[in-house]
């Protein structure tokens, strides 16, 4: 399978977990593949060994997408590599799961700084670097956009917010044949869920029972969807928001 051998990716957050599948499952749809990541080094750098291990190309470049500085330097490494990407997941994400009255100012700021600015920021480095002919950004959102789960009231807003930016510059950005769409995972075992024991607790208890396919989706899971929005096979498919969460809402 080899639908995306002339495309160039660039994927953010992708040292771990859904980045890091996705950038496997492009990588393996023939893309040259920019793995992006803030601070875990040695995760990205795994996921480019896996990648280049199974005849793939792949480079990692640090970067903090809420940094417009990181962010132009991300997409200037990446065309010195592989040349202009037609390509960008935006998955880097930050989620602080907090009651109400737990809710900070500085919670608030981090989550929308990466998980919503960061994402206006690369997509404005995209539309300046894009490969002549347009090409696709892809947003990895939540159901939780949609699901009302205590405890998560600014991570939720985020994506909420991330699927609203997504159907308005599917239009802002469709004269110049860039599609934009957002991916929606439901619960899904990742390094970061695992490691705050999400899903031993009540809330991802009730998330699982609440799939009907009867289990947490993995980043494997994932990932064939975003190698469908980054494909020619989706040519006619923007603004759209799709679920990827074996059924949950």
């Known amino acids: ?22 950038a496997r499952g492009l990588a393996a749809a ?8 803030a601070s875990d080094a040695a995760g ?16 990692a470049v640090q970067g903090d997408v809420s940094k417009p500085e990181d962010v132009r330097r991300l997409f200037a490494e990446t065309k010195a590599a592989f040349g202009a990407p037609s390509i960008l997941v935006n998955n880097a994400g930050i989620y602080l799961f907090e009651a109400l009255e737990g809710i900070t100012r500085e919670q608030f700021q981090r989550q929308f700084d990466t998980n919503v600015f960061g994402v206006i920021l690369t997509s404005q ?9 347009g090409g696709s950004i892809i947003n990895v959102s939540s159901i939780a956009s949609t699901n009302a789960t205590p405890g998560t009231a ?45 899903f031993e ?43 990827v969460s074996g059924g949950a809402y």
């Open 1 to 22: 399978m080899a639908q995306l051998s002339t495309k160039v990716a660039i994927v953010t957050g992708a040292s771990k977990g859904i980045g890091a599948g996705i």
């Open 30 to 37: 023939g893309a040259s593949v920019v793995v992006n990541y």
């Open 44 to 59: 990205a750098a795994e996921v480019v060994r896996d990648i280049v291990q199974r005849d793939g190309k792949a480079i």
């Open 125 to 133: 480095e995209a539309v300046k670097e894009f490969a002549p002919g």
């Open 154 to 198: 600014v991570y939720s807003a985020t994506k909420a917010a991330l699927d609203s930016m997504t159907r308005v510059l599917s239009r802002e950005l469709g004269q110049r044949q860039i599609r934009v769409n957002s991916l929606s995972p439901g619960p899904t075992e990742t390094e970061g869920t695992e490691a705050i024991g999400v």
């Open 201 to 243: 607790s009540e809330m991802g208890k009730r998330l699982v029972a609440g799939t009907p396919l009867g289990r947490a989706g993995l980043p494997k899971d994932i990932a064939p969807a975003a190698v469908f929005l980054a494909s020619d096979a989706s040519g006619w498919i923007t603004g759209e928001s799709i679920r």
